[in-house]
């Protein structure tokens, strides 16, 4: 998942940061109010992780603004504040979620999958197509009972391919959902992963169509 992160607090930050990149998500950081509005007009996030004592913006107004412009996209609410007060004036405003600050990474982990799960309309935790089964929470994958080892990047990016059902996503949307800024990309970067999922899986389960993007085929 594309997510941006808005919190000051460096070491909470960077820690956030890399859990969730070594879950495979691709983590934008930023560290006030002011640059998370822009962030969040310019790129479509598909979660949000927002601090609410924040420099420059206050995250309940800067959450009253996305809310207040039609943007939908969830919200999580990452808080020092444990006053009852503030928990319900985020949800108020229009977040999904919140965690209390100091979180426990898992758990982080675990209420984001749920978000993404939300946001879908997916019920089943565990994504099965076919004999292909992709299990988020334990970042395993399985064809015909059998395991298959993948990388952090191939697994994000099967999982992406999988939740589309049967529709393409583009080079760019690919490099969207699995890198962040700041993250190198080598011009090929989405051909080699596509590459080693094929050599995995076997060659039908990612078609490319041409000029458009990839996809899982619905009768793979
Ligand atoms: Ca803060």
Same mark, same amino acid.
């Given at each position: 998942? *594309?997510?941006l992160l808005v919190e000051d607090d460096p070491m909470v930050g960077a820690a956030v940061q890399r859990g969730l990149r070594q879950e495979g998500h691709a983590v934008d950081w930023v560290q006030d109010g002011v640059a998370a509005g822009l962030a969040l007009a310019d790129h479509p996030f598909e979660l949000v992780l927002l601090d609410l004592g924040l420099p420059r913006r206050d995250g309940l107004s &800067? &959450?009253?603004e996305i809310r207040a412009g039609g943007n939908t996209v969830p919200v999580l609410i990452l808080t020092a504040r444990d006053a @009852?007060? #503030?928990r319900i004036a985020g949800l108020d405003a229009g977040a999904d979620d919140y965690l209390v600050k100091p979180f426990d990474l898992d758990e982080l982990a675990a209420r984001v999958r749920a978000l993404g799960r939300r946001q879908r309309g997916q019920a089943d935790p565990v994504v099965a197509h076919g004999r292909l089964v992709? #299990? %988020?929470a334990a970042h395993a994958v399985a064809l015909d009972g059998e %395991? @298959? *080892?993948l990388s952090a990047r191939e697994f994000a990016l099967l999982q992406a &391919? &999988?939740?589309q059902g049967g529709k393409p996503l583009s080079r760019s949307q690919l490099e969207d959902r699995l890198y962040g800024w700041g993250e190198e990309v080598e011009s090929n970067a989405i051909e080699v992963h596509i590459h080693a999922l094929r050599r995995k899986l076997g060659s039908g389960w990612i078609r490319n169509l041409r000029g458009v993007g990839w996809f899982v085929p619905e009768d793979a």
């Open positions: 998942m *594309r997510i &800067l &959450l009253g @009852v007060s #503030d992709l #299990d %988020p %395991p @298959v *080892r &391919l &999988l939740e």
